[in-house]
């Protein structure tokens, strides 16, 4: 078996809002389980094979704001993913200065401020995919 992401677990400030950023993003993504109640609202939303696990913990002192810098996909198309969310009300984020010939990059900012990074490859040679001389 090869190694890969299974899921990430992040804190986000109103579950809701990444549900719409992330089924907007992403078509077949779909709430597969989670809990509401007075102390945690957490769900897991993904396929089959993968999935992220959302938190949004009501015990302010545990936890606050959201975590991480950010969560990169890999996609098929960047442009096409740009105009749903663009259409969606969402707002590009950190905009990648460089060209690179091995891939292309796209970050939206969803409802919570969180920063999403789509990669397009242009390559399945690891060497080209993974240069950071750009």
């Given amino acids: 078996m090869t190694n890969q992401l299974e899921h990430a677990n992040i804190r986000v ?3 809701d809002e990444t549900i719409k950023f992330l089924t907007t993003a992403f078509p077949d993504f779909s ?9 945690v609202n957490w769900i897991h939303i993904g396929t089959d094979d993968t999935y992220l696990a959302l938190n949004e913990d ?3 002192e545990v ?5 991480l810098n950010h969560i990169g996909f890999v996609i098929d198309d960047a442009d096409a993913l740009r105009k749903p969310l663009e259409e969606a009300g969402y707002k590009e ?4 200065p460089e060209s690179h010939p091995h891939h292309k990059r796209t970050y939206f900012h969803d409802g919570n401020g969180m920063e999403w990074e789509f ?6 040679d690891p060497v080209e995919r993974n240069d950071y001389s750009y």
């Fill in 58 to 60: 009501a015990r302010t």
């Fill in 31 to 39: 709430v597969r389980g989670g809990r509401r109640d007075d102390e």
């Fill in 93 to 96: 984020g950190y905009i990648p």
């Fill in 13 to 15: 400030k109103n579950i």
């Fill in 119 to 124: 990669v397009q490859y242009f390559s399945d």
């Fill in 63 to 67: 936890r606050q704001g959201p975590g």
